[in-house]
């Protein structure tokens, strides 16, 4: 109680005591709307600069960096979807939540997690867009999720009462439902929590119908490692199934449809006829130039790069969109002033980096993810975080927020002294993550790993049983292993000691990851 009211008067106001009941007079207590993009890169986001900010700038996203914190090395404990919801729900690594990986199927609802504990503590809670735990969703008072991985167009919804389709473009429809659940919530004198979720930019990045030609006209700027050839490496980066010239596909991936028959598997036979028509309209004329001459090879590779690009990035700006429209209307009806904006992302993402696109490597561009938080009166405007910071803290966040008790079983660390700005030399500066989806789509290898500021120790296991080490100030894109670099020795034997130490706290070890088999919980 004590420390919440340090928080209120941060905040700016003036009440020195809340109840739980609904007294209109009582300090509120922090309203927290969360909002989780699906596969956005930090390098998407302009916020973060980077070359892409010219030409795919994020305004809205970034309105809450301005008027907020940015925090730079948000590292997630296992890059992909499943187990970046599961984590962020329980505040615990993946082998203590159960879910490891997107085949575990179905997230275990009945154990703790922070909206159950908001819910407890007097908070109204909803999640709504995508989910992707497969079990229903536990300690909502409101949910109306897609199902799976959902789709762009006219998606379906799940709610408690069953499914049902919906006319629209999916980021749009969520971010209506969002409103108006905060509209109805907003006078009931409840502290509120809200978790939006949106499916873009997921692979296959199909655009709404406003973005569809946005950037078809753009040449984006490639990353220098887009024709890495892997060397320096080890087997886990040249086994992968993952880049741009042999995965992407032309046809479902890029819409290069050679006939006008639309894939069913990824949803465009959903649309109705008028979405197709202004569909056809775009990707026509871009499907008869590149059938009439082909590129190939490298050439191919920089076409491929360029079309995912401009889909990818229209998928972000109707994100941005969605954001906008939710701080106008946080500022329309005042609830700004005492509600928490968040904005991250499931995982981060590949953009042609390393020939890449999806994620799961514990290499900087799918480990990190981006996290932006405004909090008015508290988190200082335009300031960056550089500190550690996980996914794994988010639940330990929102709870210190909401004053109330961190359970003791929660593995990660409350950021809410980070986001006062204050100095905080017991942070962490390691972080340790667990990555399993494998064998699987994309064929990323079994790995664990510790990062701290400067050094990067990886273990990939399972098949095979190769460690890397790199070092991220003398090599920041991740080009060379020098874990047999005798120079490194020293820092080698220190990381492996640190990383040991990380897998005892958290209570993980190589045989317990050995003992679950492949889409197993
Ligand atoms: C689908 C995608 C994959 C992606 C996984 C997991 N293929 O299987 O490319 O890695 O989802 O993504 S697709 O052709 O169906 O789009 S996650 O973000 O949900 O973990
Ligand atoms: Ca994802």
């Given at each position: 109680?004590?420390?919440?009211?340090?928080?209120?008067?941060?905040?700016?106001?003036?009440?020195?005591?809340?109840?739980?009941?609904?007294?209109?007079?009582?300090?509120?207590?922090?309203?927290?709307?969360?909002?989780?993009?699906?596969?956005?890169?930090?390098?998407?986001?302009?916020?973060?600069?980077?070359?892409?900010?010219?030409?795919?700038?994020?305004?809205?996203?970034?309105?809450?960096?301005?008027?907020?914190?940015?925090?730079?090395?948000?590292?997630?404990?296992?890059?992909?979807?499943?187990?970046?919801?599961?984590?962020?729900?329980?505040?615990?690594?993946?082998?203590?939540?159960?879910?490891?990986?997107?085949?575990?199927?179905?997230?275990?609802g009945s154990q703790q997690t922070f909206p159950k504990l908001l819910q407890q503590a007097g908070y109204t809670t909803a999640i709504i867009g995508k989910w992707h735990l497969g079990s229903n969703p536990t300690g909502f008072d409101h949910w109306e999720v897609l199902p799976g991985q959902g789709n762009y167009y006219n998606p379906d919804f799940i709610t408690p009462e069953g499914r049902h389709r919906e006319e629209g473009y999916v980021t749009e429809l969520i971010t209506e439902k969002c409103i108006e659940w905060l509209s109805q919530v907003k006078d009931e004198g409840k502290p509120f929590m809200l978790m939006m979720h949106h499916k873009a930019p997921h692979r296959e990045w199909q655009p709404a119908p406003n973005e569809l030609t946005l950037y078809k006209d753009v040449t984006f700027p490639e990353p220098p490692t887009l024709f890495d050839d892997y060397s320096n490496r080890g087997r886990a980066a040249r086994e992968q199934d993952m880049t741009i010239a042999k995965t992407m596909r032309l046809q479902e991936d890029l819409k290069l449809y050679k006939d006008p028959v639309k894939g069913k598997n990824v949803g465009l036979n959903r649309m109705n006829p008028d979405q197709a028509a202004t569909w056809d309209s775009v990707y026509n004329p871009i499907i008869r130039k590149f059938y009439a001459n082909p590129p190939e090879g490298d050439e191919l590779v920089r076409f491929k790069y360029?079309?995912?690009?401009?889909?990818?990035?229209?998928?972000?700006?109707?994100?941005?969109?969605?954001?906008?429209?939710?701080?106008?209307?946080?500022?329309e009806t005042g609830l700004d002033k005492n509600t928490i904006v968040i904005y991250t992302s499931d995982q981060g993402f590949y953009l042609g980096e390393h020939g890449w696109f999806d994620k799961r490597f514990m290499f900087e561009e799918s480990?990190?993810?981006?996290?932006?938080?405004?909090?008015?009166?508290?988190?200082?405007?335009?300031?960056?975080?550089?500190n550690i910071v996980s996914n794994l803290d988010f639940a330990e966040t929102f709870l210190d927020i909401a004053g109330v008790?961190?359970?003791?079983?929660?593995?990660?660390?409350?950021?809410?002294?980070?986001?006062?700005?204050?100095?905080?030399?017991?942070?962490r500066t390691e972080h340790y993550y667990h990555y399993y989806e494998y064998p699987a789509v994309?064929?990323?290898?079994?790995?664990?790993?510790?990062?701290?500021?400067?050094?990067?120790?990886?273990?990939?296991?399972?098949?095979?049983?190769?460690?890397?080490?790199?070092?991220?100030?003398?090599?920041?894109?991740?080009?060379?292993?020098?874990?047999?670099?005798?120079?490194?020795?020293?820092?080698?034997?220190?990381?492996?000691?640190?990383?040991?130490?990380?897998?005892?706290?958290?209570?993980d070890s190589e045989e317990l990851a050995k003992s679950f088999l492949p889409g197993q919980r």
């Open positions: 109680m004590k420390h919440f009211n340090k928080i209120a008067t941060l905040a700016g106001l003036t009440a020195v005591s809340f109840s739980f009941g609904n007294n209109k007079d009582a300090l509120k207590r922090p309203n927290i709307i969360f909002i989780m993009a699906d596969d956005h890169a930090f390098q998407a986001v302009s916020a973060y600069g980077g070359p892409l900010k010219e030409y795919a700038p994020t305004p809205n996203i970034d309105r809450i960096a301005k008027n907020g914190m940015r925090f730079d090395r948000c590292l997630v404990t296992n890059s992909l979807s499943g187990p970046s919801r599961a984590v962020i729900l329980t505040g615990k690594y993946s082998h203590l939540n159960g879910f490891l990986s997107n085949e575990a199927k179905e997230f275990d360029q079309r995912y690009m401009q889909d990818y990035l229209a998928c972000i700006a109707a994100v941005d969109k969605s954001v906008g429209r939710i701080l106008d209307f946080l500022k480990y990190r993810t981006p996290l932006l938080v405004k909090w008015s009166g508290v988190t200082p405007h335009g300031s960056v975080n550089k008790k961190i359970p003791s079983d929660m593995q990660g660390m409350s950021m809410v002294p980070l986001l006062k700005g204050k100095k905080t030399p017991n942070w994309h064929s990323v290898k079994r790995h664990y790993g510790i990062s701290t500021e400067r050094f990067k120790l990886i273990h990939f296991y399972y098949d095979i049983d190769e460690w890397e080490l790199y070092d991220l100030q003398t090599d920041p894109m991740e080009m060379k292993n020098v874990y047999n670099d005798p120079e490194y020795s020293e820092i080698k034997k220190d990381l492996h000691k640190r990383l040991d130490n990380l897998m005892k706290k958290y209570g």
